[in-house]
């Protein structure tokens, strides 16, 4: 059985920071591409940031480049998200996802696996 869970989400004040972390089990993780995703109400939930196998390759959403960075330990079969400069348009849920495939992809139907989610609110 599968599995993702995030953590780490919470309320913070703008300017603040944040690390979420994305623990996968049940699948050989090394073969997955890693990816963050977001919903804030009333919205479609975006691509955030997206990461290769082996860490080498990444991507960010224009709107959090400079402010969010992506990383991975396959030992630890987790992703992260650090989270800086946070603002409070980042307000939303936070959902981990992974695809079996080498290219880092941006659209939601990419993505075989999800998390739960975790909330992250920034308060002005």
């Known amino acids: 059985q599968v599995q993702l869970v995030e953590s780490g989400g919470g309320l913070v004040q703008a300017g603040g920071s944040l690390r979420l972390s994305c623990a996968a089990s049940?699948?050989?993780?090394?073969?997955?591409?890693g990816a963050w995703f977001r919903q804030a109400p009333g919205k479609e939930r975006e691509f955030v940031a997206g990461i290769s196998w082996s860490g080498g390759r990444t991507n960010l959403a224009d709107s959090v480049k400079g402010r969010f960075t992506i990383s991975r330990d396959n030992a630890k079969n987790t992703v992260y998200l650090q989270m800086n400069s946070l603002k409070p348009e980042d307000t939303a849920v936070y959902y981990c996802?992974?695809?079996?495939?080498?290219?880092?992809?941006?659209?939601?139907?990419?993505?075989?696996?999800w998390g739960q989610g975790t909330q992250v609110t920034v308060s002005s």
């Open positions: 049940g699948l050989n993780f090394t073969r997955y591409t």
């Open positions: 996802a992974a695809a079996f495939q080498p290219t880092i992809v941006t659209f939601t139907r990419g993505y075989t696996y």
